[in-house]
C-alpha cells in the first residue's frame, strides 16, 4: 500500500471517531483507526449471527417441507445465504489486517491529518458539493439525498471532495479510483457503483459548473 493510499484509508477509518477538538496527529489516528476497524469486526460478526441464524431456519423449514415434498428444497435461498456469510467472513479478515495498515510512515499518518483536518475546516461547501451530486444522481426509483446515505459512503465522498478541492491538478480518475477501493473494501454489494457515479457527477458536473 502506497503512502497515499494509506493516508486515505487512515484519514476514512478514524473520520467519525475523532472530536472536533481532538488534534489529528498520528497517536490520535492511530487510537480512532484501531477503534473504526474493531467497530467493523463486531458489526460484521453479529452480520454472521444474524446470517446463520437464517440459514439454520431455512434449512429447519425445508426439512419439514421436504417430509412432505421431497422436491421442495429451496437451494436457492440457503446458496443466497452463504455467499452473504462468505461476505461478511471475508470482511471481517479485512478488518483483521490491522498491523498492516496502521504500520505506516510518518508522511501516511501526515497525510491522514492533512485530509481530515481539511474536511472539518471545509464541512459546509464538502456538504453543499455532494448534495449537488447527489441531486443529479438519480435513478427511476430513488431520488439519493445527504441524510439517507450510509455513513461509509459519506465518508469515502467527504474524503474524495476534499482530495478535488484540495488538489486540483490531480487527475479525478485518480481520486475516484481509490474511493473505490474503499468502498469495496468496506461498502455495501452497491456502494462501489453508488461512489462511483456520485463522485464521476460531482467531478465532471458540479465542480466544473
Same mark, same amino acid.
Given at each position: /500500500? ?7 484509508? @487512515?484519514?476514512?477509518?478514524? @473520520?467519525? +471517531? ?10 490520535? =489516528?492511530?487510537? %480512532?483507526? &484501531? ?8 458489526? +460484521? ?19 419439514? &417441507? +421436504? ?5 421442495? =428444497? ?10 452473504? =456469510?462468505?461476505?461478511? &467472513? #471475508? +470482511? ?15 508522511? %501516511? ?13 471545509n464541512k459546509s461547501r464538502i456538504d453543499e458539493l455532494i448534495i449537488s451530486a447527489l ?13 439517507? *446515505? ?15 478541492? /484540495? ?6 480518475? *485518480?481520486?475516484?479510483?481509490?474511493? =473505490? ?6 461498502? %455495501?454489494?452497491?456502494? &462501489?457503483? #453508488? ?15
Open positions: /500500500m502506497n503512502t497515499r493510499s494509506a493516508g486515505r484509508e @487512515l484519514a476514512f477509518l478514524a @473520520l467519525n +471517531q475523532l472530536s472536533q477538538n481532538t488534534n489529528p496527529d498520528p497517536d490520535q =489516528l492511530l487510537l %480512532a483507526a &484501531t477503534r473504526t476497524l474493531r467497530n467493523y469486526a463486531k458489526d +460484521q460478526v453479529k452480520r454472521v449471527r444474524r446470517h446463520l441464524a437464517t440459514l439454520g431456519e431455512a434449512f429447519f423449514n425445508d426439512n419439514l &417441507t +421436504q417430509q412432505e415434498n421431497p422436491q421442495k =428444497l429451496d437451494f436457492e435461498k440457503i446458496h443466497k445465504n452463504i455467499i452473504k =456469510l462468505e461476505t461478511c &467472513t #471475508f +470482511q471481517i479478515l479485512e478488518s483483521l489486517e490491522l498491523p498492516e495498515l496502521l504500520n505506516q510512515s510518518r508522511e %501516511a499518518y501526515s497525510f491522514a491529518g492533512e485530509i481530515v483536518l481539511f474536511v472539518r475546516k441531486q443529479i444522481r438519480k435513478d427511476k426509483e430513488k431520488h439519493w439525498n445527504f441524510d439517507r *446515505i450510509l455513513s461509509v459512503e459519506k465518508n469515502i465522498f467527504k474524503i474524495a471532495t476534499a482530495e478535488f478541492l /484540495m488538489k486540483p491538478d490531480c487527475p479525478p480518475a *485518480i481520486i475516484i479510483d481509490e474511493a =473505490l477501493k474503499l468502498a469495496e473494501k468496506y461498502g %455495501a454489494e452497491e456502494s &462501489t457503483k #453508488f461512489v462511483n457515479g456520485v463522485l464521476s457527477d460531482l467531478s465532471n458536473n458540479v465542480l466544473t459548473s
